[in-house]
């Protein structure tokens, strides 16, 4: 069942439109500097994410293994992150730990880009040693503990009990030897969770918010039933989610950003929100499937130059400069905002 899934899940990715709900990206606007004082020579892509140096700010967040026949997707996945330089999640290990036979699907990845920085995923149900059983199993930077009680409900096969997950997360913190990440995966994260998470012992929390791969919609597509429009748009936009998050997070804990980032415009703004890394998921898998791994290695490399090109145009010679730039916040957002407390106008008056 859970083989049949991974495929299902790839294959509605690719047949399924972003959202319906947005991002919120729409909404942040940065500021054309025509006195930026900089070389192109002098741009620097490089970052920091718990504690882990990467070349480049933007990854291949968690889709795939699990399943004999998803193997090919993640080898090529790893080979994509391997050409570009770009860290990468794999899919949630759980099958492997309980199924031996599927741990050659993650394996892969590592046998691939033997040097690259590579994320192992769970999720929150687990015990200390399964984590260290899944960093172990492909020489693992981080470990990303993925939340997804959304998705869950609109399994038929999906849990029904969600008790336990500050305790199991403050638990793995603990014990893991390697930092742990907190994600959700399309329906985003509120500072109250985020207080939680911090209080946990997380060393980064990527919002995985609402706008980009919907997995309700995945969900009910492969079960071949409708959702109400209610259901179809739940979930704090990912601009939104990250800019609460940031408001919480102390100097200790990284800003991840993830949840229908398709432009490097919206990469730009990501950073400039503070988030440390941006992650893409569904948009890698349209590219590579409909149009192959040396298309989504050109697609990658304009995005890099794009990037650069915006830190250009609004003064910033490095990733953490953006979070210098001015970053005005209008319409929904604003509003969002506003009454959940964060200070708005403090970002529109950056110098
Ligand atoms: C086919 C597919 C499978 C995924 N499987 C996982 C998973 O196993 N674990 C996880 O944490 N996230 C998983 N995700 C979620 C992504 O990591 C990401 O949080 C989400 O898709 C939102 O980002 P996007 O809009 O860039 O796709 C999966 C995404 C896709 C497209």
Redesign the pocket.
């Known amino acids: 069942m859970r083989q049949s899934r991974k495929l299902e899940?790839?294959k509605q990715?690719v047949a399924l439109k972003?959202g319906p709900g947005v991002t919120g990206f729409d909404d942040l606007n940065l500021i054309h500097n025509c006195l930026p004082d900089l070389a192109w020579s002098e741009l620097d892509l490089t970052t920091t994410v718990a504690g882990i140096k990467l070349g480049q700010p933007v990854m291949i967040?968690?889709?795939?293994g699990g399943a004999t026949d998803v193997a090919k997707v993640n080898g090529q996945l790893a080979e994509l992150a391997r050409r570009t330089g770009m860290a990468m999640a794999v899919?949630?290990q759980f099958s492997a730990l309980e199924n031996p036979e599927v741990i050659d699907s993650y394996k892969i990845v590592r046998q691939v880009n033997p040097d690259g920085v590579i994320f192992a995923?769970l999720g929150a149900h687990i015990t200390p040693d399964d984590a260290r059983r899944a960093v172990e199993m492909i020489g693992a930077a981080a470990i990303?503990i993925?939340l997804n009680v959304a998705q869950e409900l609109i399994m038929a096969e999906g849990d029904r009990e969600f008790r336990g997950y500050f305790n199991n997360i403050r638990e793995i913190a603990a014990d893991c030897p390697v930092p742990v990440i907190v994600?959700?995966?399309?329906c985003g994260i509120a500072a109250e969770a985020a207080k939680m998470l911090i209080m946990a012992g997380v060393k980064a929390i990527d919002v995985?918010g609402r706008g980009?791969?919907n997995f309700l919609a995945i969900e009910a597509a492969r079960a071949n039933r409708q959702l109400s429009v209610g259901t179809l748009h739940w979930g704090i936009a990912t601009a939104v989610s990250a800019l609460e998050v940031m408001a919480v997070l102390p100097e200790k804990v990284d800003l991840m950003v993830?949840?229908?980032?398709v432009s490097a415009l919206e990469a730009v703004k990501a950073f400039a929100i503070g988030g440390k890394t941006v992650?893409?998921?569904?948009?890698v898998?349209k590219i590579l499937a409909c149009q192959g791994l040396d298309a989504a290695e050109m697609w990658l490399n304009d995005y890099f130059d794009e990037i650069k090109r915006y830190m250009l145009l609004v003064g910033a010679a490095k990733i953490s400069d953006l979070v210098r730039v001015p970053l005005v916040i209008t319409g929904f957002s604003r509003e969002w905002l506003t009454a959940r407390g964060v200070d708005v106008v403090s970002y529109a008056g950056r110098r």
Do not use: M
């Open positions: 899940h790839l990715t972003d967040n968690a889709i795939t899919g949630s995923n990303q993925h994600k959700e995966v399309g995985g980009g791969t993830s949840g229908g980032i992650g893409i998921a569904g948009q898998v």
